[in-house]
């Protein structure tokens, strides 16, 4: 097969006198910059023939793009929003707690004054106007700080009337 002039493998072979293939090739770098070049030519035309194939001219393209992009942000914005407002509610939640840590502390510290006899008995003689057996209780009124049944004028309001009363006032008026 080799008198024939048909090479015996890839390499190698040939008619006689002639140079061998590897001596012919270009160098490497050139053939790859040529692959690289086609594929990017296929690539693009890929993409072309599939626009072409749906029918879809740039216009359209775009739109489609926009649809898209829009149906993306539609789809992030609830749970970002639900996100959120569940980030605020966790700080308020936060000071709130905050709010009753100092109220507890401010309690335990009243409980722990209350545990003091003198202290008590200041509360009962001024809460609750007691006195010890063998004094003497006086109590100071002024006239304009209180009615004559005894009681602030701030504390009493007027009863309010029944609601049918009112109702009738305002159809007398009309």
């Not at 409980?111 to 006086?138: K, S």
């Amino acid at each position: 097969m080799a008198e024939r002039g048909r090479p015996r493998n890839r390499r190698g072979g040939g008619k006689a006198g002639e140079a061998p293939r590897s001596v012919l090739r270009r160098p490497r770098r050139a053939r790859r910059e040529r692959r690289v070049a086609r594929l990017r030519r296929l690539g693009a035309g890929r993409m072309a023939d599939a626009a072409k194939a749906f029918g879809l001219s740039t216009t359209r393209r775009a739109a489609l793009a926009a649809i898209v992009v829009c149906a993306l942000a539609f789809t992030i914005a609830v749970p970002l929003r639900t996100y959120l407002s569940q980030r605020a509610a966790v700080v308020e939640q936060e000071q709130r707690l905050a709010e009753l840590k100092a109220e507890v502390a401010r309690l335990e510290q009243r409980r722990e004054e209350l545990h003091d006899p003198a202290q008590v008995e200041a509360e009962a003689r001024r809460r609750l106007r007691y006195v010890m057996p063998g004094e003497t209780p006086y109590m100071v009124q002024f006239p304009e700080d209180t009615t004559r049944d005894g009681s602030d004028d701030e504390d009493r309001s007027p009863e309010p009337k029944p609601w049918y009363e009112m109702m009738w006032e305002d159809v007398t008026k009309g």
